[in-house]
């Protein structure tokens, strides 16, 4: 167990391009959030998440280009649990993994 402090976002059913506008406006605040206080790790549960279309997975893209955007030592981790017998979450958490493997964890 981590020392770090822990928010947890859960995610389940579709991210559909009808949660686009939804997801980038959470993701926005929460990050804005997160550094008015302090560091911490995000845990981002998809388990239960079927499906996120590609432009709903750009913008996890975009929240890691943020997070690299501050300085290092403000900079909080990601931390995706996953159903390893989704294979979308499968393929693209690993590719998401590699794109920052210094902010990103992935648990199956």
Same mark, same amino acid.
């Given at each position: ?70 300085? @290092?030592?403000? !900079?909080?981790? +990601? &931390?995706?649990? *996953?159903?390893? =017998?989704? @294979?979308?979450? !499968?393929?693209? +958490? &690993?590719?998401? *993994?590699?794109? =920052? ?8």
């Amino acid at each position: 167990m981590s020392s770090t402090p822990e928010l947890e976002l859960r995610l389940s059913g579709n991210a559909d391009n009808a949660a686009l506008t939804p997801l980038r406006e959470l993701v926005g605040r929460l990050h804005r959030k997160i550094c008015e206080v302090a560091t911490c790790q995000i845990v981002i549960d998809i388990r239960r998440l079927e499906f996120m279309s590609a432009s709903c997975f750009n913008v996890l893209v975009s929240w890691i280009a943020l997070i690299q955007d501050l300085a @290092p030592e403000a !900079r909080y981790k +990601l &931390r995706f649990k *996953s159903d390893p =017998a989704i @294979p979308w979450q !499968r393929r693209s +958490l &690993r590719t998401l *993994s590699c794109f =920052a493997t210094d902010l990103i964890t992935v648990e199956a």
